[in-house]
């Protein structure tokens, strides 16, 4: 900007030089971002070139209170809020700075350097990833249209699962339709809820509250933006209607090949009498719808504006494929992340990568539970804001975020930066 504003106002940088009496070389620095100038040299260089003094003290560094204030309520978006107000656009390098050790992808190595030229910018300290203690419908309500590229969820189906008396007995380990397995090979596994069967008027209320949801997210989502929704295949109807119904195209369906533990595929009570007899197929699948919201116009007119419409290839060579073998979430990861729906962050970073085609935008997950798509977005150096209700699990998600996005290959949690290398991703099976 101080380029950009000395060469409008015809100065050359000699001439500027002698006039505030300082080096070349030092205004060489500080329009090459090497230097940052203090407040007073921010004004004297605004007055001579009759440029908003303002402005500059940002791009310096010294932030008003009032504005640091906004910024630090809002860090996903604060860098966009700078870049939009006092950047050229065509100059603006995706923020990929991040509060977990974690970097962004080898190809944004070179976008990293040149922004650790602001390194003692008070913007720096701002994080990559935001979290929200609260109700998404009321936080979906609020947000602005048009602000979020992608939604990655995996939302409660169950009525009573994530009730407070539901909750609470899951904490005890008792009783509920939440229920503890035994144990299997020595492992202890993860609660699991009850088989549930859902009435009618279950079912329309949950068909409400998705009806409700999928026109928020509609909302929020910019044009071309995508949804990867989790489900199962016994009440993925009830989220998928409400989300056509909204304007969604569904573009198709991930699966992630994982087999559960879970049974009941005999006849209840009669399995001798019918041992050949398998009441409903036992689920080695687990679907998550893929929904867009309609592109303006071609999907390349929609990309270049909105960095939208389509999906991250895995490679140059290679698209993104919607059959993803997995594995139930490790016990390495439960025990970062207790929670009882965690999914695993394999899986996870391979869709949520997916889910930005430029690597540009900000991922939601407004059923954030402990974090795993807030992980799994910092582990692929994306921006990412994650909602969730409860205050128990908001707190493991705080706390599990990083640890998680930290993960390796192996499985052990470490400071070595997390690639997005295509063996990391899949070496996590
Ligand atoms: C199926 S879990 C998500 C688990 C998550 N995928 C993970 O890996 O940890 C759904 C979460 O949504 C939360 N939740 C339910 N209703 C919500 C709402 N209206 N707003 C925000 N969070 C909600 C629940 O407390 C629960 O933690």
Not at 114 to 134: A, I, K
Not at 398 to 427: D, H, M, W, Y
Request: some cysteine; hydrophobic content about 40%.
């Amino acid at each position: 900007m101080l380029r950009r504003e000395r060469e409008a106002a015809g100065v050359a940088l000699s001439a500027l030089a002698s006039r505030l009496k300082v080096t070349k070389g030092y205004l060489s620095r500080l329009e090459t971002g090497k230097t940052l100038p203090s407040a007073d040299m921010v004004v004297r260089i605004a007055k001579i070139l009759g440029a908003d003094s303002a402005a500059l003290s940002v791009l310096a560094g010294q932030l008003p209170a009032d504005v640091q204030e906004i910024l630090q309520s809002h860090p996903v978006e604060a860098l966009d809020l700078l870049r939009e107000s006092y950047s050229a656009r065509d100059e603006a390098a995706p923020i990929c700075h991040d509060s977990v050790g974690a970097v962004g992808p080898a190809e944004a190595a070179g976008e990293l350097g040149t922004r650790s030229e602001l390194s003692d910018n008070s913007v720096m300290s701002l994080r990559q990833y935001e979290t929200v203690l609260g109700d998404c419908l009321e936080w979906l309500a609020e947000r602005p249209e048009s602000s979020i590229h992608a939604v990655v969820t995996d939302p409660p189906y169950g009525l009573r699962e994530y009730t407070e008396p539901e909750k609470a007995k899951l904490r005890a380990g008792r009783g509920g339709v939440w229920r503890i397995p035994p144990s299997f090979d020595g492992c202890t596994r993860a609660p699991l809820p009850r088989f549930t069967v859902l009435t009618d008027q279950d079912q329309q209320a949950l068909a409400d509250f998705f009806a409700r949801w999928a026109r928020l997210v509609f909302k929020v989502l910019v044009p071309g933006g995508h949804v990867f929704v989790a489900t199962n295949p016994l009440v993925s109807q009830l989220v998928y209607a409400p989300m056509l119904d909204a304007g969604f195209e569904k573009r198709g369906e991930i699966i992630r090949l994982v087999q559960t533990l879970r049974g009941g595929d005999r006849p209840k009570n009669a399995h001798k009498e019918f041992s050949g007899v398998t009441v409903m197929p036992r689920s080695a699948w687990e679907p998550w719808g893929l929904f867009r919201k309609p592109c303006e116009g071609r999907v390349q007119d929609n990309l270049r504006k909105w960095q939208t419409g389509g999906l991250r290839r895995i490679s140059a060579d290679q698209p993104f494929t919607d059959v993803i073998k997995s594995a139930p979430t490790r016990n390495g990861e439960r025990a970062i992340a207790p929670h009882p729906s965690l999914k695993p962050q394999a899986f996870m970073r391979q869709i949520v990568r997916a889910a930005l085609p430029l690597a540009s935008g900000i991922v939601l997950d407004p059923f954030m539970g402990a974090g795993s798509t807030i992980a799994a977005a910092c582990a692929v150096g994306y921006r990412s804001i994650g909602i969730e209700m409860d205050p128990e699990f908001y707190r493991v998600a705080v706390a599990a975020i990083p640890k998680l996005a930290r993960l390796t290959l192996n499985g052990s949690e470490s400071c070595r930066p997390v690639t997005t290398s295509q063996s990391s991703l899949f070496l996590l099976h």
